[in-house]
């Protein structure tokens, strides 16, 4: 990995925090033409051309390519462990902050997130649906009791 001031790493992660978390829910990979595509659907018009994120994405050490693959990747080890955070009071939080239009305008990403393994996404997408509401993440972080 090039040496990278923290500031960097970390404002890039942000910038590109859909496109990782996409990367993150596609546990068999993607062939470099997927991420090459995903990177172009998800760049927004103020962000750096696609090639250039690519790039970057390779430099940071965040994705890798597949051990026995050829141009295929998948994120790192340490973007691998990350692991989604489910409040304890997940229920309350749909009901008082949910929105439809939420719900709604995410149904791209959920269309994929309703046959998920991982027990919390399962947990986390049932609520929603159950209660027809979708959720700002940032909901999860401000309003918690921990």
Known sequence: ?????????????????????DIYYRLEGLAESELRQLIARLRKPDMPVSAYIFRQLREMDMVEEM??????????????EISLYVPANIREL???????????????????LRSAQDEDVARVFQCLEE????????V?????NG
């Open 94 to 112: 749909v009901r008082r902050y949910g929105k439809p239009e939420l719900l709604q305008n995410s149904s791209a990403i959920f269309s994929g």
């Open 131 to 138: 209660f027809g509401l979708g959720l700002e993440q940032e």
């Open 67 to 80: 051990p026995g693959q050829t141009a295929f990747f998948e994120l790192t080890a340490p973007w691998k």
């Open 140 to 144: 999860l972080w401000a309003n918690t």
């Open 1 to 21: 990995m090039a040496a990278y001031a923290p500031e960097a790493y970390f404002r890039f992660a942000a910038d590109q925090i859909s496109l990782l978390r």
